[in-house]
């Protein structure tokens, strides 16, 4: 069965970066995009970018261009989500989600990880 | 981008009851590449409906998908006590994929 594991709860200061992981598992890891989407505290979903896991190229969501910065690792079936220049406002759930019936990067979220909680704070 | 915007922010019916969900976009969602997402709190969200109206595997078939072009519609025929949620929509059709902000359904 499709299965995505995250990394766990990280607590950071202003101004330091974050790297989320994500391990796949039941499926061939480079057939399927994957997503990254945020939830702060109380808030709804905010997508962030895809990363296509078979070339490693990426599309962000022009809010966090400069700052997000999606790999993946093909010999562990791994991907990355690392978030750079933190504020207290990137608190939140990150959660990765594997793309299905892709065309192009134009595909849904269907199987989702855990979440992995990121708190920004001094 | 693509602004979604749903209605009602907050839903109460009772069990049994019909749920009508509205999701509107501020421009048209190319190939009705629209999706319905339940959350639980606590929980990652749940893939319903993809493409508008194709119940993902596993949805119980009172869940059900319309809509094209701007406005979409999920509809719960006969409310289970576990439907009780927070329902989001998301487009996928465009960059960046945007969600709606949500809309929750609570028992009355």
């Known amino acids: 069965q499709v299965q995505l594991v995250q990394s766990g709860a990280e607590v950071k200061k202003p101004g330091a970066s974050v790297k989320v992981s994500c391990k796949a598992s039941?499926?061939?890891?480079?057939?399927?995009?994957m997503h990254w989407v945020r939830q702060a505290p109380g808030q709804g979903l905010e997508w962030m970018g895809i990363?296509?896991?078979?070339?490693?190229?990426?599309s962000y969501a022009q809010k966090f261009q400069g700052r997000v910065t999606m790999t993946r690792d093909t010999s562990t079936s791994t991907v990355y989500m690392e978030l750079s220049s933190l504020r207290s406002e990137d608190t939140a759930v990150y959660y990765c989600?594997?793309?299905?019936?892709?065309?192009?990067?134009?595909?849904?979220?269907?199987?989702w990880g855990q979440g992995t909680l990121v708190t920004v704070s001094s | 981008e693509i602004v979604l915007t749903q209605s009602p922010g907050t839903l109460s019916l009772s069990p049994g009851e019909r749920a009508t969900l509205s999701c509107r976009a501020n421009?048209?969602?190319?190939?009705?590449?629209l999706a319905w997402y339940q959350q639980k709190p606590g929980q990652a969200p749940r893939l319903l409906i993809y493409?508008?109206?194709s119940r993902a595997t596993g949805i119980p078939d009172r869940f059900s998908g319309s809509g094209s072009g701007t406005d979409f519609t999920l509809t719960i025929s006969r409310l289970e006590p576990e439907d009780f949620a927070v329902y989001y929509c998301?487009?996928?059709?465009?960059?960046?994929?945007?969600f709606g902000q949500g809309t929750k359904l609570e028992i009355k």
């Open positions: 989600a594997r793309g299905d019936l892709c065309s192009s990067t134009n595909c849904y979220a269907h199987y």
């Open positions: 039941g499926y061939t890891f480079t057939s399927y995009y």
């Open positions: 990363i296509n896991p078979s070339g490693g190229s990426t």
């Open positions: 421009q048209s969602v190319s190939s009705s590449y």
């Open positions: 493409g508008a109206s």
């Open positions: 998301q487009q996928y059709g465009n960059s960046p994929h945007t």
